[in-house]
């Protein structure tokens, strides 16, 4: 009797650990928030650790570089689930069916700011102080250092290869960095990078001056791949385990960074002014 007992025991482990293994990790790929990849990983690697538990399954996380870099990762199944810039979401859902579930709140507000910076010693007051100057944008999949200021100039008819003396793309980091620094004259950014920077003691506030801000912006979205937009059950399991996030944070503050509070369903209509923006700059064809 014992030894019946110990092989149903024995089979039923066998069938569990086999259902478990069967279940093939998430691959959760974030984009590059931080100064390098090995701080980025380090920062979202407990909300992947999170999510794991949560959905008891593997979830195995990857910094991709460039916003550009994680929407055609997300387009080509490279990865399953990602935390991305709102223009980087809107280029994956356009080109290949990724669907947004949640957004990122920070100080508790789904929205943000793109802005562009220059330093208090520039001489420059306004955008019209730019032409002939130097300036940086961030990666051509970058919402707040590409498309959004991107769209403002053509607004304001204006070609930055013919207003700037020279444009380069750069992370937001080194924008910020460069410019507090006189290397360049100007660059476009957010509101949550500059503050962060400042926070941490990699800039100073009184080297950084903002002449532009641009309307609200949705904040990152929290996105899966086409292959996965179906799977009702996973998606309620993921906007459940992101909605409690912000509870979960009371008991481990580093489930996130500073000011992040967790995360608010959302849908693809949120980031309508993001998809507007891409179809004026031509960057984005309708459909």
Do not use: C
């Not at 998606?235 to 009371?250: F, R, V």
């Amino acid at each position: 009797m014992k030894i019946t007992k110990l092989l149903a025991l024995l089979t039923t482990a066998l069938i569990v650990g086999g259902a478990v293994a069967a279940e093939s990790p998430l691959k959760f790929g974030v984009g590059l928030f931080q100064p390098d990849r090995e701080k980025n990983d380090a920062t979202y690697r407990p909300l992947a650790d999170y999510l794991s538990k949560k959905l008891n399954r593997p979830v195995e996380l990857r910094t991709v570089d460039s916003w550009e870099g994680l929407a055609k990762s997300l387009a080509n199944g490279e990865t399953d689930i990602a935390l991305m810039g709102p223009w980087g979401y809107v280029l994956a859902n356009h080109q290949a069916g990724a669907l947004v579930i949640s957004t990122i709140l920070y100080d508790g507000k789904p929205e943000y700011f793109a802005i562009t910076i220059t330093h208090p010693k520039s001489g420059i007051n306004t955008l019209a102080d730019l032409k002939g100057k130097t300036f940086a944008f961030g990666d051509k999949g970058s919402t707040s250092g590409y498309l959004i200021p991107l769209h403002y100039l053509m607004t304001q008819g204006i070609t930055p290869e013919k207003y700037f003396s020279k444009v380069v793309h750069t992370s937001h980091q080194a924008i910020e960095t460069q410019v507090t620094q006189g290397v360049l004259d100007a660059g476009a950014d957010y509101n949550r990078n500059r503050n962060a920077m400042i926070e941490q003691g990699l800039i100073k506030a009184e080297d950084s001056k903002i002449i532009w801000t641009s309307a609200p912006l949705p904040n990152d979205a929290f996105a899966v791949s086409s292959a996965l937009a179906g799977d009702k059950a996973l998606i309620g399991q993921l906007q459940g385990a992101l909605g409690d996030l912000g509870e979960a944070l009371k008991a481990n503050s580093k489930l996130l960074p500073p000011h992040y509070t967790g995360f608010v369903s959302r849908d693809n209509a949120f980031y309508k002014p993001i998809r507007d923006a891409g179809l004026a700059t031509g960057k984005l064809q309708a459909k």
